[in-house]
Protein backbone atom coordinates (compact mmCIF):
# COMPACT_ATOMS: atom_id res chain seq x y z
CA UNK A 1 0.00 0.00 0.00
CA UNK A 2 1.10 3.53 -0.34
CA UNK A 3 2.00 5.94 2.20
CA UNK A 4 0.14 8.89 2.35
CA UNK A 5 0.23 12.48 3.58
CA UNK A 6 -1.21 15.94 3.94
CA UNK A 7 -0.40 18.92 3.24
CA UNK A 8 -1.99 22.44 3.84
CA UNK A 9 -2.32 25.44 1.14
CA UNK A 10 -2.00 29.01 1.70
CA UNK A 11 -6.15 29.20 1.02
CA UNK A 12 -6.68 26.91 4.38
CA UNK A 13 -7.64 24.37 2.36
CA UNK A 14 -5.55 20.67 2.19
CA UNK A 15 -4.37 18.38 -0.36
CA UNK A 16 -3.71 13.83 0.25
CA UNK A 17 -1.21 12.72 -1.98
CA UNK A 18 0.38 9.05 -1.75
CA UNK A 19 3.77 7.86 -2.82
CA UNK A 20 2.11 6.79 -6.33
CA UNK A 21 1.25 9.67 -7.15
CA UNK A 22 -2.90 9.64 -6.11
CA UNK A 23 -4.12 13.10 -5.15
CA UNK A 24 -7.39 14.74 -3.54
CA UNK A 25 -8.19 18.37 -2.04
CA UNK A 26 -10.04 18.56 0.90
CA UNK A 27 -11.13 20.90 4.08
CA UNK A 28 -13.77 21.86 5.88
CA UNK A 29 -16.87 21.24 6.12
CA UNK A 30 -18.01 24.92 4.66
CA UNK A 31 -15.35 24.81 2.57
CA UNK A 32 -16.70 25.24 -1.29
CA UNK A 33 -15.27 22.51 -3.90
CA UNK A 34 -13.63 20.48 -1.19
CA UNK A 35 -14.18 16.92 0.63
CA UNK A 36 -14.44 17.15 4.49
CA UNK A 37 -12.62 14.08 6.35
CA UNK A 38 -16.43 13.27 6.76
CA UNK A 39 -17.04 12.80 3.03
CA UNK A 40 -13.98 11.27 2.53
CA UNK A 41 -15.23 8.73 4.74
CA UNK A 42 -18.19 8.36 2.74
CA UNK A 43 -15.98 8.24 -0.74
CA UNK A 44 -13.79 5.74 0.37
CA UNK A 45 -16.90 3.61 1.62
CA UNK A 46 -18.50 4.03 -1.85
CA UNK A 47 -15.42 3.71 -3.86
CA UNK A 48 -14.94 0.34 -2.38
CA UNK A 49 -18.36 -0.99 -2.95
CA UNK A 50 -17.70 0.66 -6.48
CA UNK A 51 -14.71 -1.35 -7.21
CA UNK A 52 -15.49 -4.24 -5.24
CA UNK A 53 -18.61 -4.95 -7.13
CA UNK A 54 -17.42 -3.89 -10.27
CA UNK A 55 -16.52 -7.11 -11.91
CA UNK A 56 -20.09 -9.12 -11.25
CA UNK A 57 -21.61 -6.18 -12.64
CA UNK A 58 -19.49 -5.80 -15.64
CA UNK A 59 -19.52 -9.72 -16.01
CA UNK A 60 -23.49 -9.82 -15.87
CA UNK A 61 -24.40 -6.61 -17.93
CA UNK A 62 -20.98 -5.89 -20.37
CA UNK A 63 -18.16 -3.59 -20.48
CA UNK A 64 -18.74 0.24 -19.27
CA UNK A 65 -21.86 -0.56 -17.01
CA UNK A 66 -21.46 0.40 -13.23
CA UNK A 67 -22.92 1.10 -10.40
CA UNK A 68 -23.57 4.63 -9.02
CA UNK A 69 -23.12 4.39 -5.65
CA UNK A 70 -24.51 6.69 -3.10
CA UNK A 71 -23.52 7.03 1.06
CA UNK A 72 -25.27 8.95 3.93
CA UNK A 73 -23.60 8.74 7.66
CA UNK A 74 -25.61 9.50 10.75
CA UNK A 75 -23.78 12.07 12.53
CA UNK A 76 -23.90 12.68 16.48
CA UNK A 77 -22.07 16.02 17.34
CA UNK A 78 -22.46 14.97 20.97
CA UNK A 79 -19.71 12.44 20.35
CA UNK A 80 -18.73 13.82 16.94
CA UNK A 81 -18.68 10.67 15.29
CA UNK A 82 -20.66 8.54 12.75
CA UNK A 83 -23.04 6.24 14.61
CA UNK A 84 -23.90 4.43 10.79
CA UNK A 85 -23.45 4.75 7.64
CA UNK A 86 -26.12 3.80 4.41
CA UNK A 87 -25.20 2.69 0.87
CA UNK A 88 -27.48 2.79 -1.89
CA UNK A 89 -26.01 1.04 -5.01
CA UNK A 90 -28.00 1.41 -8.22
CA UNK A 91 -27.40 -0.73 -10.93
CA UNK A 92 -29.06 0.80 -14.06
CA UNK A 93 -30.01 -2.61 -16.05
CA UNK A 94 -32.34 -1.08 -18.40
CA UNK A 95 -30.74 -2.26 -21.15
CA UNK A 96 -29.89 -5.64 -20.08
CA UNK A 97 -33.10 -7.03 -20.56
CA UNK A 98 -33.31 -9.15 -17.05
CA UNK A 99 -35.81 -11.12 -15.39
CA UNK A 100 -36.89 -10.55 -11.76
CA UNK A 101 -35.43 -13.47 -11.02
CA UNK A 102 -31.86 -12.81 -13.02
CA UNK A 103 -31.93 -8.97 -11.52
CA UNK A 104 -32.45 -10.57 -7.94
CA UNK A 105 -29.43 -12.97 -8.23
CA UNK A 106 -27.20 -9.90 -10.14
CA UNK A 107 -28.18 -8.01 -6.59
CA UNK A 108 -27.33 -10.79 -4.56
CA UNK A 109 -23.78 -11.22 -6.21
CA UNK A 110 -23.41 -7.98 -5.90
CA UNK A 111 -24.05 -7.83 -2.23
CA UNK A 112 -22.02 -11.24 -2.03
CA UNK A 113 -18.73 -9.10 -4.15
CA UNK A 114 -18.69 -6.01 -1.63
CA UNK A 115 -19.02 -7.90 1.56
CA UNK A 116 -16.09 -10.50 0.42
CA UNK A 117 -13.82 -7.52 -0.70
CA UNK A 118 -14.68 -4.43 0.25
CA UNK A 119 -12.16 -3.46 3.21
CA UNK A 120 -13.24 -0.27 4.12
CA UNK A 121 -16.97 -1.78 5.01
CA UNK A 122 -15.00 -4.72 6.74
CA UNK A 123 -12.29 -1.77 8.81
CA UNK A 124 -16.02 0.68 9.30
CA UNK A 125 -17.72 -2.55 10.74
CA UNK A 126 -15.14 -3.15 14.01
CA UNK A 127 -14.14 -1.43 16.43
CA UNK A 128 -10.74 -0.09 14.66
CA UNK A 129 -7.51 1.19 17.65
CA UNK A 130 -5.53 4.10 15.96
CA UNK A 131 -2.33 4.78 17.06
CA UNK A 132 -1.06 8.17 16.59
CA UNK A 133 2.23 9.50 17.46
CA UNK A 134 3.09 13.27 17.09
CA UNK A 135 6.60 14.32 16.69
CA UNK A 136 7.88 18.18 16.87
CA UNK A 137 11.05 18.69 15.32
CA UNK A 138 13.54 21.19 16.63
Not at 46 to 53: E, M, W
Request: charged share 30%.
Amino acid sequence: MARLWVEKNKDGSWDAFSDDGAHIKFGRSKDRGVFSPGDLMKVALAGCAALSSDMAITSALGEGKSAKVVVDGTYDADSDAYTSFEEQIVVDATEAGLSEEDAKKLAERIRRHIDSGCTVKHTYEQETPVRMNVEIRK
